[in-house]
């Protein structure tokens, strides 16, 4: 039979009637007005020929096709198109074809549907799923019976995904159970059993199903108890809890990696530890510290530092327990174990200061782990400036002069920025957020950095150098010669006068090509006013450029805040901008207001309106400056303080960021806090 055929024929398992075949033909996708339909890319005219080529001979093109049918037919999810329950019979007769090479990868498209037509809101379901599903479902039961194992897996992921009632699946689950012998078949049939039985949980099959997998807690091969507590666990969320040994013994086992091969999880063990860890409320610390107890595999220590990391990234009480197994790792034979146990160290910062002499010992680790571009020991360098510890110096003078030798550095040109989510193993930060955290040791710094600081450095890298500068303050007047140079140079002025901003008096010779700068046009010439008055304290440029402003975004308002009572003129426009849609308006209008006239009656409320979401558990970066503001004002922000009281005790992080940005964001906050509950009295 050719592909054709293949996908025509209404011969085999799944011939049903697809929708709008017009004059009751059904002959296969040509009789389809696919014309009519939609996909996520707009008309699904191109089905049809993506359905013929996944049954073609070249495996590889087959592949493709099927690729690009998930990524119309589905995408990101989120509805289900008009075109799926049109392609759905033919998705089906192409899966249970022995001949064509991508019938796994097609039913893994079906149960991606299925699954979505489950849980999206009636308006983004196509009217023509329902009665398509059901007329495909005996297609998908038959499939259960399929001589090729993967594919009986894949049938089961997708009847467990599905949302048809438990009493018309449980019986050819049950029936496929018992003469079920693959292994991996095994567990995918254990986790649709759960799932047909928790959607109808009061009929005859759903009793049996329970009991069998209530046995099968006891079964003899770890993976399928680990299975039957992942099964069992919806309908009893407290049994993962009392079975913590079962699913540390399997996820542990060697067995783990028949996961692998499943179609429901699929997964490795890093992921059938996160997946498993998933089933646990709270922190689980009990559970991540058995995954980080030593154990042979490679893979199974580095999973175990993979899932301290999540937990650590949300959660705070865990850290004591925790930091010794993490800090263990540091002298394990796997290059990536110890990089994720120094990486982790880094996250936590000042907490893992009591291992700084362990992390000390990988300055000279040259090691890279797999996937990452940075070496253990330049994951150990950031892992001690986190600590703030000295001993990070040398090697950061080296990569700030570029003199280091050996590989390129691991240490990124530009900030990554993830979103708030698990901890993940990833790239080490831009080398300017290594050093500007460090402005206790500026001193030790500053000649390598002034080495960098010439027009043909990377233009990039030299914004972000002087940033440094900026942020270290007086600290950095060192650095003003080689500044001097680069404000004179237009190509890197804009970079200069940020720093001289920050760095203040000491760039007083930067006086006149400042005040020039100023006089001309655009936002670059508000920043060289900017500086002029921070270098010089004359702020009549900077009212000049102020005046001008047609709006005050943060920036100017942050400005004008510097600017303290010379602001007064604004007042009315700031007391306006404090009941702005626009929360960073509101609290940089505040700030400047109350900076300008003394006003507590419209800052504080503006100020306390940008904190109230920490009572439903949300953080958002706005909040960080809103509590910095407030702690200025003192005991008239007392209101404010009442609603930040319990974040002291407050086990979760305060994040809205990724990877290492997330424990600092929540240190800074937490820092905040507390300086706001001092200035207000103390915490209650």
Not at 182 to 203: C, H, I, K, N, S
Not at 410 to 429: I, Q, S
Not at 622 to 648: E, N
Request: glycine letters at 10%; aromatic letters at 4%; hydrophobic letters at 45%.
């Amino acid at each position: 039979m050719d592909a054709v055929d293949a996908v025509d024929g209404a011969s085999g398992t799944g011939a049903v009637k697809p929708p709008h075949v017009p004059d009751g033909r059904d002959d296969g996708p040509g009789a389809v007005d696919w014309a009519a339909l939609e996909h996520n890319y707009g008309s699904a005219a191109d089905v049809p020929e993506l359905l013929r080529r996944c049954a073609g001979p070249d495996a590889g093109d087959a592949e493709d096709a099927s690729s690009e049918l998930l990524n119309l037919l589905f995408h990101q999810g989120g509805w289900i198109c008009s075109a799926a329950p049109a392609a759905l019979p033919f998705l089906l007769r192409l899966a249970a074809r022995p001949d064509v090479p991508t019938r796994r990868g097609l039913l893994e498209l079906v149960a991606m549907l299925a699954h979505e037509a489950g849980r999206v809101p009636d308006r983004f379901l196509d009217p023509g799923w329902p009665p398509a599903w059901a007329a495909a479902l005996p297609a998908v039961l038959a499939l259960l019976d399929d001589p090729d194992p993967s594919v009986r897996c894949a049938a089961a992921d997708v009847v467990g995904s599905c949302t048809s009632p438990g009493e018309s699946t449980l019986p050819a689950l049950l029936r496929r159970w018992r003469v079920e012998d693959d292994p991996v078949a095994r567990l995918d049939l254990v986790l649709a059993l759960g799932q047909a039985a928790l959607r109808e949980p009061a009929g005859a099959h759903a009793g049996e199903a329970r009991r069998l997998l209530r046995d099968l807690l006891d079964a003899p091969e770890a993976q399928l108890r680990l299975a039957a507590v992942h099964a069992l666990a919806p309908a009893d969320p407290g049994l993962p809890g009392r079975r913590l040994d079962l699913l540390l013994e399997a996820v542990r086992d060697p067995g783990v990696a028949l996961w692998r091969r499943t179609s429901a999880v699929e997964a490795g063990v890093q992921g059938v530890h996160h997946w498993t860890a998933g089933l646990l409320a709270g922190p689980a610390t009990g559970f991540t510290l058995g995954l980080l107890a030593d154990h042979p595999d490679d893979e199974q220590r580095i999973g175990g530092l993979a899932q301290a990391g999540s937990v650590l990234a949300r959660w705070r009480s865990p850290a004591a327990a925790l930091l010794p197994r993490v800090a263990a790792r540091l002298d394990d034979p796997a290059a990536e174990a110890r990089y994720r146990a120094a990486e982790l160290l880094a996250c936590l910062g000042p907490a893992a200061a009591a291992h700084a002499d362990a992390v000390a010992a990988l300055l000279g680790d040259t090691a890279r782990a797999g996937r990452h571009q940075g070496s253990v020991g330049e994951a150990a360098v950031w892992a001690l400036a986190r600590m703030n510890d000295p001993r990070c110096l040398p090697a950061l003078t080296e990569l700030l002069t570029g003199e280091r030798s050996g590989e390129r550095s691991g240490f990124v040109t530009a900030g990554v920025h993830l979103p708030a989510g698990d901890w993940h193993c990833g790239m080490l930060p831009a080398l300017d957020e290594v050093v500007v955290r460090l402005p206790d040791h500026a001193g030790a710094l500053l000649p390598a950095l002034c080495a960098r600081l010439d027009p043909a450095t990377d233009p990039l890298l030299l914004r972000r150098l002087c940033q440094v500068l900026a942020e270290w303050g007086p600290r950095a007047d060192a650095a003003v010669p080689r500044l001097l140079v680069l404000l004179a140079d237009d190509r890197t002025w804009t970079s200069a006068a940020t720093a001289l901003a920050g760095i203040g008096a000491a760039g007083a010779g930067a006086l006149e090509q400042l005040a020039a700068r100023s006089a001309g046009a655009g936002p670059d010439a508000d920043l060289a006013a900017w500086a002029y008055w921070k270098v010089t304290g004359e702020p009549g440029p900077l009212l000049e450029r102020l005046s001008a402003a047609g709006n005050l975004p943060p920036e100017a308002l942050r400005r004008l805040a510097g600017l303290g009572p010379h602001a007064a003129p604004w007042a009315d426009r700031l007391r306006a901008l404090t009941a702005d849609r626009e929360p960073w308006v509101r609290v940089e209008a505040a700030h400047a207001l109350r900076a300008a006239t003394g006003d507590t009656e419209h800052t504080v409320p503006a100020l306390t309106s940008a904190v109230r979401g920490l009572a439903e558990g949300t953080y958002l970066p706005v909040m960080l400056p809103a509590v910095r503001h407030l702690a200025r004002i003192g005991p008239a922000a007392r209101a404010a303080a009442d609603l930040v009281r319990a974040v002291p005790a407050h086990d979760g992080r305060y994040r809205s960021a990724g990877d290492w940005r997330g424990f600092t964001q929540d240190e800074e906050f937490r820092e905040a806090v507390d300086t706001l509950l001092t200035a207000c009295g103390g915490p209650a």
